[in-house]
């Protein structure tokens, strides 16, 4: 070997990936006892130790792949946006995003896997996954780390993989901050309210749910009905007009997921305005004009972008620097109105 060693001429010489020699030098990193002592035993002898300035002399680039189920453009294509802005700051050091935007459709599973295959085959350093969330993703993860590959995953979360860390928002946080605004909103003492989230099948939705429901008897209201619009803005569609047309007690609405819009489109074209009181999520430009127009009274910013952003540049620091990141990193949650609307229309912009 060269006297000049860098992480990637060791992973070549051991035929492992440059993250996996990253790995043996954390203690608290999963990698068998096996794999860290002949990895250790080989830095020993070429006088090799993991640093950031021995990282920037590899002429090697450091790839992260990337997966983003898009169920709702708006939302993630914020998300997106982040993971593009931290890729752009990190150029100097030669790494870059192999994205993979997946449209839903029943063959998603199948389609997801394919991209992992090819993620692990063409030797991606680290991967960044969001958007599918069973069983079958908990194994191909751990089988991603157990080849050497960190995995983060986004927005949703599966703590019972191997995964590195979760970039995701506060959902207890965001689920209260919803309850407290609807009962400011709704002036009368009657105050029952209805929830429509996204697919309840998503752990990010359930706990939204959950957080939201469990605050609504501290802050009196009346938790009606839950309308799962399973991510589908049609179905969104039918089940405001169902609520609606069986229900004439509704207070006050939240609205957990960016399909928001069909709701929006309900109330104003039923002059609803001001008679509702709206609370939605994250801000986008269709949402916008309904934000102005006093259609939503307040919107509950989730910072998708941010999530990307730390999921990527994360992911970069523990590959070259061995940096610790903790489990969950979370969005601070914000709530948007009117009259500071314009503070956050370009935040999902690259």
């Known amino acids: 070997m060269n006297k000049k ?13 440059a993250s996996t020699v990253s790995r043996a030098f954390n203690p608290t990193s999963r990698l068998s006892p096996e794999k860290r002592a002949r990895i ?25 792949g990337v997966t983003i189920v898009n169920r709702i453009p708006a939302f993630y294509e914020a998300m997106y946006n982040g993971i593009l802005t931290a ?6 050091q030669k790494v870059t995003a192999d994205v993979r935007m997946l449209s839903p459709g029943n063959d998603i599973g199948e389609r997801w896997t394919q991209v992992l295959n090819e993620f692990r085959e063409t030797g991606c350093d680290g991967v960044i996954l969001h958007g599918i969330y069973d069983q079958d993703a908990v ?23 191997k995964r590195l860390f979760n970039s995701t928002s506060n959902t207890r946080m965001i689920g209260e901050i919803a309850a407290e605004l609807l009962s400011a909103l709704i002036h009368r003492p009657r105050k029952n309210v209805v929830i429509f989230t996204g697919s ?11 957080s939201f429901s469990s605050a609504c008897p501290r802050e009196g209201l009346t938790l009606l009905q839950n ?19 069986t229900r004439d007690d509704i207070d006050g609405i939240y609205v957990s997921s960016a399909n928001s819009i069909p709701i929006c489109e309900y109330l104003e074209k039923h002059n609803l305005a001001g008679k509702v009181a709206l609370v ?10 309904y934000i102005r127009s006093g259609v939503v009274s307040a919107t509950i910013y989730q910072d998708p972008f941010r999530q990307g952003k730390n ?10 620097e061995n940096a610790e990141i903790p489990h969950i990193l979370q969005s601070n949650p914000q709530i948007v109105m009117r009259s500071n609307l314009s503070l956050f229309e370009d935040k999902q912009q690259p």
């Open 227 to 245: 309308y799962d619009t399973m991510d589908m803005p049609a179905f969104a569609q039918r089940l405001v007009e169902e609520a609606f047309s």
């Open 280 to 289: 939605t999520s994250d801000t986008f430009e269709q949402l916008n004009a």
């Open 311 to 320: 999921a990527f540049t994360n992911l970069y620091r523990h590959i070259v």
């Open 200 to 210: 309840m099948s998503s752990p990010i939705h359930q706990q939204l749910f959950l």
């Open 40 to 64: 250790l035993a080989a830095a020993r002898k070429y006088g090799f130790s993991p640093n950031r300035a021995a990282a920037r002399l590899s002429r090697q680039d450091i790839r992260i």
């Open 139 to 161: 194994f191909k993860i751990n089988e991603l780390v157990d080849a050497g590959i960190p995995v983060v995953t986004l927005h949703n979360d599966l703590p019972a993989s």
């Open 87 to 92: 890729e752009r700051e990190l150029a100097w």
């Open 5 to 17: 060693i860098t992480i990637y001429t060791l992973a070549e010489e051991l035929e492992v990936s």
